[in-house]
Each structure stands twice: as structure tokens, then as C-alpha cells.
């Protein structure tokens, strides 16, 4: 019987590792490694007990790296310079934006684009670009905040980032490098050192 219960407790572990659940069936799953933890504590098998237990952090870990990768984002165009969510967002995470961006003067001219971006009704992110020429932009801020920065979210927002460029019709972004953790953001997420820029490019036709 023991060697049963151990059978089942390396089976469960490999299904927590394994399994590719769509969203909705993961909390099936999760509750289902729940039983065999109950299970275990019940037959009194230690191996089952403690299998089952670092089956449902597993799960519960790869449950909300599935939630973040689906969470959709919204971008929200602010035209007017003094709006009231936009200049608080500048002054809550001011001093993590100068961090981030030493070069920003937090000086927005009336010609940039500014852009909010938002998941589940909650504020993420800010981007601000400065139009060089047709098909150029310069990204002067480019900020996600803290609590998503290294996230799944983070690369969702990039992707949002370039098809809004690509919507409004430019081929080309750039950003200056800034600190040396945004500089490192940049390079995870795709961007490439050139002639002292991070550029990328637009890839659609």
C-alpha cells in the first residue's frame, strides 16, 4: 500500500509540472491536487502529504502565470495635459519614474502623445512619445508600474505598446537608454542597442 501511495505522490507531482490546463480548468486541477493532500493527511503517507503540497504551489504558480498572460490591456489617449488621473499618476510614482528615467523632466509638451494604460480597471502603466518625423517616434517614457514590472503583464504591455505604433502608422521607435534596470527591461523585453539607442521595429506589413 505504501508503494501506492508513493506511485500516486510522484504522479501527482509530474501532473502539477506537466499538465497545460486551459484558464478555466486550472482551479479543477487545483482542487483536485487539494484532494490528494487530504488524502494524504488522512492515510497518514508523508510522501503523498508533502508531493501533494508542492503540487498545489506548482499549480497555484502556474494558475496565476496564466491569469497575467491573459489579462488584457486597454490604452486610453489623454489629449488634455492637466488631467486630473494623469497628474496623479505623475505624482504617485514620481519618485520611481525618476528612478527609472533620470533624463525625464516630467515636462510634457502639448505635441507629444500620452497614452494610460489599464488592466482590469486598474492603472499599469504610462507611455509618452515624441513625434521625430512620419515614421519615427522617440519614446520619452516608457513606464509600467512595480507591482507588474516583472510580470507576464510587463511583455503584454510592450506588445500593446507596439501595435498602438503600428496603429497609428509608424515604423520605427526608439528610446534613449536610461537607468540601468530600465536598460535592462528593454533588452528582456526585445529591444535592440543601436548606434546608442534601443530601437525596434515594426514587423507587419
Not at 519614474?97 to 494604460?117: K, M, R, T, W
Amino acid at each position: 500500500m505504501t508503494l501506492f501511495y508513493d506511485l500516486i505522490a510522484c504522479l501527482v507531482v509530474a501532473g502539477s509540472l506537466w499538465t497545460k490546463p486551459s484558464l478555466k480548468t486550472w482551479p479543477y486541477y487545483l482542487i483536485l491536487f487539494g484532494g490528494f493532500l487530504i488524502g494524504g493527511l488522512i492515510g497518514q503517507c508523508l510522501f503523498l502529504t508533502i508531493s501533494s503540497i508542492i503540487a498545489l504551489l506548482i499549480g497555484i504558480y502556474r494558475y496565476r502565470i496564466q491569469i497575467e498572460k491573459n489579462r488584457t490591456i486597454e490604452v486610453i489617449l489623454v489629449p488634455d495635459r492637466d488631467d486630473h488621473l494623469l497628474n496623479y499618476f505623475l505624482g504617485f510614482y514620481k519618485k520611481d519614474i525618476s528612478a527609472y528615467f533620470p533624463s525625464f523632466d516630467f515636462n510634457i509638451e502639448d505635441e507629444f502623445l500620452v497614452a494610460l494604460l489599464f488592466s482590469d480597471m486598474e492603472s499599469i502603466g504610462l507611455i509618452i512619445a515624441e513625434i521625430r518625423d512620419p515614421q519615427t517616434l522617440k519614446i520619452c517614457l516608457d513606464y509600467i508600474v512595480p507591482k507588474h514590472r516583472n510580470s507576464e503583464l510587463a511583455k503584454t504591455f510592450y506588445l500593446c505598446e507596439l501595435r498602438c505604433i503600428d496603429f497609428l502608422g509608424y515604423r520605427q521607435i526608439y528610446i534613449e537608454p536610461q537607468s540601468k534596470a530600465h536598460n535592462e527591461y528593454l533588452e528582456r523585453i526585445g529591444f535592440k542597442l543601436i548606434d546608442g539607442k534601443y530601437v525596434t521595429y515594426k514587423t507587419s506589413k
